[in-house]
């Protein structure tokens, strides 16, 4: 889900191995305090982020502008290596000055004494952004525009065979029957990352048993290491697989990465493709004639259905940054309705959680607004602590052999209850 680099990126005269362990360290400055109180002089400060800056163009731009004092270093650094970079930059007490930070690493650097208290900030924000990245009551980071994944799908391929969003899971499977009688893949599944699968199957699972009342604390229980995956999820997964057991998500599909599985559907090869609005321009670029909408994540019974996302990223401060004044004004240019829309301007489809903001959504996202209005985004994970990442990649790991015919669910759901089992040790 990340996008294409159109900056020129400065680059750190350093060895790979000395940016592996200490990055480009904090900005320099030639005076003992903060040099922002030098006006006349810009002060450089470095951002790390796992999204390449076609994400933030338009806000990068509107510091330039609103900040003429403020020297912003973009750093890209690849999702893959993304936290074990940054995580052994702050552990040698350096690392940028605002780092990009999902909630699970924030509750984790916060405690680590990594990541500045910015609860100066907190009564801007609404309680569903500011949550996930608050800890012991303390706000460590900025939530920036939500994110959300559903189920693009071709509205003229559809149209031709006479096909119509679905409103259950047994629908949508019909949908990609059809689709394959008639010489036509039904979605296109960069399965060579673990994330499809391991999206594609939350989501039968949060309309299947996580959004049932009795199963509302779940998360946080497992989260805490109080219940398990297996035993709870196998009916929802269970009734997920049968996407692999007709053949829709195949073997093959473990080599396709995302730009592929992006290409097959903006080029008309591939009828559904799911991913979020992060992916919109570059289809539009690919084919500017695509008519196209999404539907959410369906279950057994029909409804609002669901869509994964939430929060999709905070911002940091670095607590060894030794330009806090400036990274603050950054933090509250972005804190603001102005700052709020640049963000959004190349992030179109998420919404703001800085009180009083409101966006328009897209035409592409007319088919989930019911979703939206019955506030059914969420990501499970979230609520899985510190751990959360090396869980849901694991997990996704073990759907790839499942797909590939190395495991079946239940050995999948319980290898991943004993990853986390020893995360929680």
């Not at 829709?248 to 592929?260: A, P, R, T």
């Not at 992916?279 to 690919?286: D, N, Q, R, V």
């Not at 309705?337 to 992030?347: C, H, I, L, R, V």
Request: charged residues 25%.
């Amino acid at each position: 889900m990340k996008k294409r680099n159109k900056i020129k990126l400065s680059i750190c005269a350093l060895t790979a191995l000395t940016l592996l362990v200490s990055g480009c360290g904090n900005s320099d400055t030639k005076s003992n305090g903060d040099s922002s109180a030098n006006k006349d002089q810009k002060v450089k400060i470095r951002m790390a982020y796992w999204n390449k800056e076609d994400s933030m163009k338009t806000l990068l731009d509107l510091i330039k502008v609103k900040l003429p004092n403020v020297e912003l270093d973009y750093q890209f650094i690849d999702n893959k290596q993304y936290d074990n970079i940054i995580a052994t930059q702050l552990a040698a007490q350096s690392g940028p000055d605002i780092i990009a930070v999902a909630p699970a690493a924030s509750a984790k650097y916060a405690k680590l004494g990594y990541l500045d208290d910015i609860s100066s900030l907190a009564n801007l924000y609404s309680d569903a952004g500011k949550n996930v990245y608050s800890t012991d009551g303390k706000l460590y980071a900025i939530p920036g525009i939500s994110w959300f994944e559903g189920i693009f799908y071709n509205k003229e391929i559809f149209s031709k065979y006479n096909l119509k969003p679905p409103t259950t899971f047994e629908e949508e499977l019909n949908i990609h029957e059809v689709l394959t009688k008639n010489g036509v893949k039904p979605q296109a599944f960069g399965a060579k990352s673990w994330e499809p699968m391991m999206k594609s199957s939350m989501g039968l699972v949060m309309n299947d048993f996580l959004s049932k009342p009795e199963n509302k604390d779940f998360d946080v229980k497992f989260g805490q290491g109080q219940t398990m995956l297996d035993g709870n999820w196998n009916a929802s997964l269970d009734t997920w697989s049968q996407l692999i057991q007709k053949g829709y998500i195949n073997k093959d599909m473990l080599g396709v990465d995302y730009d592929q599985a992006l290409d097959e559907f903006a080029t008309g090869k591939a009828a559904m493709w799911e991913s979020g609005p992060w992916a919109l321009e570059t289809i539009k670029a690919k084919n500017p004639n695509i008519k196209m909408d999404m539907f959410p994540f369906y279950g057994s019974a029909p409804g609002e259905g669901w869509l994964i996302g939430g929060p999709g990223v905070g911002f940091a401060v670095n607590s060894k940054s030794k330009q806090k004044e400036a990274v603050m004004q950054v933090l509250q240019l972005i804190s603001t309705p102005e700052g709020q829309k640049a963000f959004w301007n190349d992030n179109k489809g998420g919404s703001s959680y800085l009180k009083g903001v409101e966006f328009e959504i897209p035409a592409e996202y007319e088919g989930v607004k019911e979703t939206f209005k019955a506030g059914n985004v969420y990501a499970p994970w979230n609520n899985w602590g510190n751990n959360a990442q090396s869980i849901i990649e694991d997990y996704g790991k073990h759907l790839q052999e499942l797909l590939g015919g190395q495991s079946d669910v239940s050995e999948a759901l319980k290898a991943t209850d004993k990853k986390a089992a020893s995360l929680h040790k």
